[in-house]
């Protein structure tokens, strides 16, 4: 099974920039695709981005295409997501989420993932 600890949010400007990370463990972490969703206050879990078990295959939401950048260290059981040019509409609970399977189109489904983060808070003050 895998655990995953979120960390690095916080309260920034729009314009700026935060890197947030996913502490994983797990015998079986390597084996695992790696999903970031985020909720704001009334709406839906949201699909980020997510990295395969390689890195080798990432796929992002149009949202944040271009301006987020989504990597893996399995060396050190972590991955990252990189964000930048952050504005308002970005804040949210951060989330890392693993997933066991075949990569695909089930990626950006929250359901298919097995195992949750505790979330990390994202503030973007205008």
């Known amino acids: 099974q895998a655990q995953l600890v979120e960390s690095g949010g916080g309260l920034v400007q729009a314009g700026d920039s935060l890197r947030l990370s996913c502490a994983a463990s797990?015998?079986?972490?390597?084996?695992?695709?790696i999903g970031w969703f985020r909720q704001a206050p009334g709406k839906e879990r949201e699909f980020v981005a997510a990295i395969n078990w390689s890195g080798g295959s990432t796929t992002y939401a149009d949202s944040v295409r271009g301006r987020f950048t989504i990597s893996r260290d399995n060396a050190k059981n972590t991955v990252y997501l990189q964000m930048n040019s952050l504005k308002p509409e970005d804040t949210a609970v951060y989330y890392c989420?693993?997933?066991?399977?075949?990569?695909?189109?089930?990626?950006?489904?929250?359901?298919?993932?097995?195992?949750w983060g505790q979330g990390t808070q994202v503030t973007v003050s205008s």
């Open positions: 797990g015998r079986t972490f390597s084996t695992y695709s």
């Open positions: 989420a693993a997933k066991g399977g075949d990569w695909g189109p089930s990626v950006s489904a929250s359901y298919e993932y097995d195992y």
